[in-house]
């Protein structure tokens, strides 16, 4: 009988053990994470809040681990080993890209961004205006930033995008909490708006983001579940050659799966993985010349044209979507695609439905893609 009463009495241990996080800390709350993103783990905890940052390039290894403490409660006596503290939410944050600046002020959290990077890039007029007025400082190149200006600013943090074998220079050395926004590298669109939840966090936003993620995520399943009724499915090529390569994102890719969800058949879906593939023009020409439609993006402040492509490579007028006026194009200077394909893949993937399938959107706008002028 006390046998019996010793197992029961494990059993009931077990059982609140699982409940609990690190250090014996009993989970506050659940957290949805990873439906989409595979980069990232946010557990709630009753102290703090962990966020585990998988390496994108090294998917068996932990890149870095946050801990989230509320900045008007005291540290928590025990943290985890070779953790990085941020008091949220955090007042005063330099972002390196446009991307994030976007998020920032989709979450109404403008008033905590101090510096940025390369505004040349940004779109956003009321970014801009901030700039010039001096309430956001310009801090020159990502890769080079003015360091001295950032910490003249108080900055507590700094959101940067990784690269693969490479760090963050002398920023690394200032002992400023650098998060490593590694939403780019996720394969599905949903996937990189997930990361909205994490940066909600950071900025004290978090119900903010929540919506943000729910209103994307219901309406891009809206749409790919109507872009699933068609019966035809037309082809397409993507990009174009660069120096003596053509970049083709593969299958498993974001841009993959997010054409896939528009109803199309990309033409190097075939490739495995998520990573760009670097062919010749003669072995594209050779898989792809016969696709239904072309979409490329450009970056210039003149408009791209018929004309500005044959005379940047000639055997471009080959393709049949060339020779039947079915290339499109996305200016992404002009247009706020970058920005906007992270927080509302959505609305590309409605612009790239209505290119495929313009009967299951009649009266469409397009926002980013349209047809090549003569």
């Not at 972002?95 to 040349?120: N, W």
């Not at 490329?296 to 471009?316: G, M, S, V």
Request: glycine share 6%.
């Amino acid at each position: 009988m006390r046998r019996a009463w010793l197992i029961l009495l494990a059993v009931v241990v077990c059982l609140g053990a699982s409940c609990t996080g690190p250090n014996g800390r009993r989970a506050a709350e659940p957290f949805q994470t990873g439906q989409y993103a595979r980069n990232i783990h946010i557990e709630f905890l009753d102290d703090y809040v962990s966020v585990k940052i998988r390496d994108p390039w090294d998917t068996l290894r932990q890149r870095q681990h946050y801990v989230l403490v509320d900045r008007n409660k005291p540290l928590p006596k025990r943290l985890p080993k070779k953790s990085i503290v941020i008091r949220i939410p955090v007042e005063k944050v330099v972002i390196y890209t446009s991307v994030h600046t976007a998020i920032a002020e989709e979450l109404g959290a403008l008033d905590r961004v101090c510096g940025v990077c390369e505004p040349q890039y940004i779109t956003s007029q009321e970014v801009l205006r901030r700039i010039a007025e001096g309430r956001i400082a310009d801090l020159g190149n990502s890769t080079s930033p003015n360091v001295e200006k950032i910490v003249d600013l108080g900055t507590e943090l700094i959101i940067a995008s990784p690269f693969e074998n490479s760090g963050y220079g002398s920023a690394e050395k200032l002992g400023i909490p650098i998060v490593e926004a590694a939403d780019y590298m996720e394969n599905h669109p949903l996937g990189r708006t997930e990361w909205v939840r994490f940066y909600g966090l950071l900025l004290g936003e978090r119900d903010r983001a929540e919506e943000v993620f729910a209103r994307t995520e219901a309406r891009y399943n809206e749409l790919k579940d109507l872009a699933a009724s068609v019966t035809e499915r037309p082809t397409v090529l993507l990009e174009r050659r660069y120096g003596n390569s053509w970049a083709v994102p593969a299958g498993e890719s974001y841009i993959g799966v997010m054409h896939a969800d528009a109803g199309a058949d990309y033409v190097f879906r075939h490739y495995p993985g998520a990573k760009s593939v670097h062919l010749s023009f003669e072995s594209v020409f050779d898989q792809a010349g016969d696709t239904d439609f072309w979409l490329l993006k450009y970056d210039t402040r003149t408009p791209f044209t018929y004309r500005l492509l044959a005379q940047e490579y000639e055997p471009y007028a080959n393709f049949r979507a060339w020779k039947e006026r079915h290339v499109f194009a996305c200016n992404t200077i002009t247009s706020t695609y970058y920005d906007d394909i992270t927080l509302h893949p959505d609305r590309v993937l409605e612009d790239l439905i209505a290119i495929y399938h313009p009967q299951l959107l009649p009266g469409h706008e397009q926002r980013y893609y349209f047809p090549l002028d003569e």
